[in-house]
């Protein structure tokens, strides 16, 4: 007998479906109350926003990171009321915060604006604020503590619980504070006690608590200690009020619907034959297995309806989904394994090799390839070709192909080709290559190498990611090390600047100190510098100055260093270097200066006066090695220049 004949007879059977949909809904109405509905929009509520209150703490850290490398926080040690003054209110102003705190290293706080937390501060009076501390080191090594204050971002806790339907509010000591529950009112739960959380992450349980005058449905979650100014619990709540009504609005609708489910049932019941509802049963269980992750339930086809044939579409149809289902998941492995190298290639901002080294084996692992071939080409810094391959040795990769991969990238730059091309290899095998390109710029290249119909438009997909990711992590490393040039560099010279050479200075007196070596300083200043500048002009000054700096670098060792002091002034260090032999140095270095000769300002002629002094005779530190050697160039000058003297 055909589906439709027994369709024709049971035509009540339509019925079936409108009985388990309404079932099955007033199961879910009854089994889950409006009050388990809103504790889940509570604990979630809780959650959202407590991480919106810690992503608020961090965003100020960051901030006060920022401003404390731009500040002059040496005034907080050595600096006036005024000057700390004027830091503090730029600290503020840069961050955007309400209050700052500065700690010595005993912890007694030293300076502070705008509002602040001291002990016996109402709760009442408060403003609900997060906290942001940063280290900061002194000149004398000392550590010191910037803690600063910021009230929430309130607006976005309001959205947050306002889109559940529920009310909020920040409890200090036992006083709510902003929010939109009563502002001063304390939590209680029932007996009276005051509302506990845990010192921990995860929102409470719901209780029934009393806030003012009216009885709410509450959770709380602690905030982090080390996120905000004092110890704070978030509160949400709804009134128990509104929990009733959305509780008898539940009932009533289960009950309705359990009575229609009922008498349905019972009319069309013996209507109903176990020819067409068991096999059904079946399905439905099969599938429900499937959608829990069973695939391999099988269904037995006892007929050659369309039933049956639906049984055996359904076992075809799980079939196919297990083998698409390890496909997926072999993908996915690919996919995570592929992302978590992306993050350690641009997380490789110091390291060049190991950037290469991962980028290799990232392609290699992700896509299931033989052997993967990276190269940087000569533009970036240092200027030298640097390559790295994984899976088969180096030699694998022959001059032609790399040639190609080269030109390719050079092309994609350019604009006239895309990326992906697939260049000549041996037989049986496939080579891939993708040109890690930035702004218009080839930086490198890589080649990977599959075996016979072993590629896939996914594996091409990733290796595209990969070498963009590559790319980009190259070109923040050239950006990390053009920083570090300019932050100890002198543009003019290319000497070192006068930042670095106290650095220098620190690490060479500490070195002396504790090996019991010399160290001598020289401060060279050009003798009539401003009158060349007047006369010839400055171009010829910035020619000299460049001049000046060549004849220093190649007349010391390599071990020596040569720094702009600063204007016309020169400083070299002489680590394990007495006074007596740098003097020797310095008086051949003025000679080699009065002989300089400028192609283009062939009549500039300029002679230098210069102070030495000597570790640990003439300073224990550098700021008083600087200064015996300023005063014995001093000396020089009123001798009448162009001479060498020291401290």
């Given at each position: 007998?055909?589906?439709?004949?027994?369709?024709?007879?049971?035509?009540?059977?339509?019925?079936?479906?409108?009985?388990?949909?309404?079932?099955?809904?007033?199961?879910?109405?009854?089994?889950?109350?409006?009050?388990?509905?809103?504790?889940?929009?509570?604990?979630?509520?809780?959650?959202?926003?407590?991480?919106?209150?810690?992503?608020?703490?961090?965003?100020?850290?960051?901030?006060?990171?920022v401003?404390?490398?731009?500040?002059?926080?040496?005034?907080?040690?050595?600096?006036?009321?005024?000057?700390?003054?004027?830091?503090?209110?730029?600290?503020?102003?840069?961050?955007?915060?309400?209050?700052?705190?500065?700690?010595?290293?005993?912890?007694?706080?030293?300076?502070?604006?705008?509002?602040?937390?001291?002990?016996?501060?109402?709760?009442?009076?408060?403003?609900?604020?997060?906290?942001?501390?940063?280290?900061?080191?002194?000149?004398?090594?000392?550590?010191?503590?910037?803690?600063?204050?910021?009230?929430?971002?309130?607006?976005?806790?309001?959205?947050?619980?306002?889109?559940?339907?529920?009310?909020?509010?920040?409890?200090?000591?036992?006083?709510?504070?902003?929010?939109?529950?009563?502002?001063?009112?304390?939590?209680?739960?029932?007996?009276?006690?005051?509302?506990?959380?845990?010192?921990?992450?995860?929102?409470t349980?719901?209780?029934?608590a009393?806030?003012?005058?009216?009885?709410?449905?509450?959770?709380?979650?602690?905030?982090?200690?080390?996120?905000?100014?004092?110890?704070?619990i978030?509160?949400?709540?709804?009134?128990?009020?509104?929990?009733?009504?959305?509780?008898?609005?539940?009932?009533?609708v289960?009950?309705?619907?359990?009575?229609?489910?009922?008498?349905?049932?019972?009319?069309?019941?013996?209507?109903?034959?176990?020819?067409?509802?068991l096999p059904?049963?079946?399905?439905?269980?099969?599938?429900?297995?499937g959608?829990?992750?069973?695939?391999?339930?099988t269904?037995?086809?006892?007929?050659?309806?369309?039933?049956?044939?639906?049984?055996?579409?359904?076992?075809?149809?799980?079939?196919?989904?297990?083998?698409?289902?390890?496909?997926?998941?072999?993908?996915?492995?690919?996919?995570?394994?592929?992302?978590?190298?992306?993050?350690?290639?641009?997380?490789?901002?110091?390291?060049?090799?190991?950037?290469?080294?991962?980028?290799?084996?990232?392609?290699?692992l992700a896509?299931?390839?033989?052997?993967?071939?990276?190269?940087?080409?000569?533009?970036?810094?240092?200027?030298?070709?640097?390559?790295v391959?994984?899976?088969?040795?180096?030699?694998f990769?022959?001059?032609?192909?790399?040639?190609?991969?080269?030109?390719?990238?050079?092309?994609?730059?350019?604009?006239?080709?895309?990326?992906?091309?697939?260049?000549?290899?041996?037989?049986?095998?496939?080579?891939?290559?993708?040109?890690?390109?930035?702004?218009?710029?080839?930086?490198?290249?890589?080649?990977?190498?599959?075996?016979?119909?072993?590629?896939?438009?996914?594996?091409?997909?990733?290796?595209?990611?990969?070498?963009?990711?590559?790319?980009?992590?190259?070109?923040?490393?050239?950006?990390?090390?053009?920083?570090?040039?300019?932050?100890?560099?002198?543009?003019?010279?290319?000497?070192?600047?006068?930042?670095?050479?106290?650095?220098?200075?620190d690490?060479?007196?500490?070195?002396?100190?504790?090996?019991?070596?010399?160290?001598?300083?020289?401060?060279?200043?050009?003798?009539?510098?401003?009158?060349?500048?007047?006369?010839?002009?400055?171009?010829?000054?910035?020619?000299?100055?460049?001049?000046?700096?060549?004849?220093?670098?190649s007349?010391?060792?390599?071990?020596?260093?040569?720094?702009?002091?600063?204007?016309?002034?020169?400083?070299?260090?002489?680590?394990?270097?007495?006074?007596?032999?740098?003097?020797?140095?310095?008086?051949?270095?003025?000679?080699?200066?009065?002989?300089?000769?400028?192609?283009?300002?062939?009549e500039?002629?300029?002679?230098?006066?210069?102070?030495?002094?000597?570790?640990?005779?003439?300073?224990?530190?550098?700021?008083?090695?600087?200064?015996?050697?300023?005063?014995?160039?001093?000396?020089a000058?009123?001798?009448g220049?162009?001479?060498?003297?020291?401290?």
């Open positions: 007998m055909k589906l439709h004949t027994k369709l024709y007879l049971f035509f009540a059977g339509i019925v079936l479906l409108p009985l388990l949909v309404m079932t099955v809904a007033a199961s879910v109405v009854l089994d889950r109350s409006a009050e388990d509905t809103y504790e889940g929009r509570l604990q979630s509520g809780l959650a959202a926003a407590a991480a919106i209150v810690s992503a608020q703490a961090q965003v100020l850290e960051g901030d006060l990171q401003a404390l490398q731009n500040a002059d926080t040496g005034a907080f040690s050595s600096g006036a009321a005024v000057r700390r003054a004027a830091v503090m209110s730029t600290l503020l102003a840069d961050t955007g915060a309400a209050g700052i705190t500065v700690r010595d290293p005993s912890g007694e706080v030293v300076a502070e604006a705008g509002e602040t937390i001291k002990p016996g501060d109402s709760a009442v009076d408060l403003t609900p604020m997060i906290a942001a501390t940063a280290s900061l080191s002194q000149p004398d090594g000392a550590i010191w503590r910037v803690t600063l204050l910021k009230p929430y971002d309130t607006e976005s806790l309001s959205r947050v619980f306002s889109s559940q339907g529920l009310e909020w509010g920040v409890l200090e000591d036992t006083s709510l504070l902003a929010g939109s529950l009563p502002q001063g009112s304390d939590v209680r739960e029932e007996g009276g006690a005051s509302i506990r959380t845990a010192d921990s992450s995860a929102p349980d719901a209780i029934q009393q806030v003012g005058e009216e009885e709410y449905l509450a959770s709380a979650i602690m905030l982090p200690r080390d996120i905000t100014s004092s110890l704070s978030l509160v949400a709540a709804v009134p128990l009020a509104a929990v009733g009504a959305a509780s008898m609005q539940a009932l009533e289960g009950l309705f619907l359990m009575l229609g489910v009922a008498v349905m049932a019972g009319f069309l019941g013996f209507l109903l034959a176990r020819n067409i509802t059904l049963r079946e399905l439905t269980s099969a599938a429900a297995a959608i829990e992750g069973d695939l391999g339930r269904v037995e086809v006892k007929s050659n309806d369309e039933i049956g044939s639906l049984a055996s579409s359904f076992g075809h149809m799980q079939a196919s989904l297990r083998d698409h289902i390890g496909d997926l998941e072999e993908s996915r492995t690919q996919l995570l394994l592929a992302l978590s190298y992306a993050g350690e290639i641009l997380g490789s901002t110091s390291d060049r090799a190991r950037m290469m080294k991962t980028t290799a084996e990232a392609a290699r896509t299931g390839a033989s052997g993967v071939w990276v190269e940087l080409f000569a533009s970036n810094r240092p200027p030298v070709r640097s390559a391959s994984t899976g088969v040795p180096s030699w990769f022959d001059d032609k192909m790399k040639k190609q991969a080269a030109g390719m990238s050079e092309q994609v730059a350019a604009g006239s080709i895309t990326a992906g091309e697939i260049l000549d290899f041996g037989p049986g095998s496939e080579a891939v290559a993708y040109p890690m390109v930035h702004e218009r710029q080839a930086l490198g290249a890589m080649v990977a190498v599959f075996g016979t119909d072993e590629s896939s438009e996914e594996s091409r997909k990733m290796l595209g990611s990969l070498a963009a990711q590559a790319a980009s992590a190259v070109e923040n490393v050239n950006f990390v090390e053009l920083q570090e040039l300019l932050a100890t560099t002198d543009p003019m010279t290319s000497l070192f600047n006068f930042r670095y050479l106290c650095n220098c200075m690490k060479e007196i500490s070195k002396s100190r504790r090996y019991n070596h010399k160290l001598s300083v020289a401060i060279l200043d050009l003798d009539d510098f401003k009158a060349i500048n007047d006369t010839f002009g400055h171009q010829a000054g910035d020619e000299l100055l460049r001049a000046v700096g060549d004849v220093l670098s007349g010391v060792r390599d071990a020596d260093m040569v720094a702009r002091y600063g204007g016309e002034e020169f400083s070299v260090v002489f680590p394990e270097t007495d006074k007596a032999d740098a003097l020797n140095v310095v008086e051949k270095l003025r000679r080699d200066i009065a002989d300089i000769s400028l192609v283009e300002y062939p500039v002629r300029v002679t230098a006066s210069i102070g030495i002094a000597g570790f640990p005779e003439d300073g224990e530190d550098k700021t008083d090695l600087l200064v015996s050697a300023d005063k014995a160039l001093y000396r000058k009123a001798a220049k162009n001479r060498s003297v020291a401290a």
